[in-house]
């Protein structure tokens, strides 16, 4: 098992910044690929980022490429995700996400952390 808490939602305005974290506990990180997914009211659950267990890798959505930056630090167990140039279509329940290297389904979730960005 593996246990995600993430953190560091809130409200922003559009073009601020935030950054999530998500601390990782119960195995190996460095066994696990780590996602960001997100999940708009009334909208399907929607990959935003993702980074190889070893943080050599990573990759974005089209929506969010340039803007947002997935990171992680195997030390602590902890992955990141720095939003910037927010956007009210931003808003949403972000959740991080862990994948044991080569299998493709992300099988571990967290609770989420709700993002909202006004306008």
């Known amino acids: 098992q593996v246990q995600l808490v993430e953190s560091g939602g809130g409200l922003v305005q559009a073009g601020g910044s935030l950054r999530l974290s998500c601390a990782a506990s119960?195995?190996?990180?460095?066994?696990?690929?780590m996602g960001w997914f997100r999940q708009a009211p009334g909208k399907e659950r929607e990959f935003v980022a993702g980074?190889?267990?070893?943080?050599?890798?990573?990759y974005y959505a089209d929506s969010v490429k340039g803007r947002f930056t997935i990171s992680r630090d195997n030390a602590k167990n902890t992955v990141y995700l720095q939003m910037n140039s927010l956007k009210p279509e931003d808003t949403a329940v972000y959740y991080c996400?862990?994948?044991?290297?080569?299998?493709?389904?992300?099988?571990?979730w967290g609770q989420g952390t709700q993002v909202t960005v006004s306008s």
């Open positions: 980074i190889t267990s070893g943080g050599a890798f990573t």
């Open positions: 119960g195995r190996t990180f460095t066994n696990y690929a």
């Open positions: 996400a862990a994948r044991r290297i080569q299998v493709a389904e992300y099988t571990y």
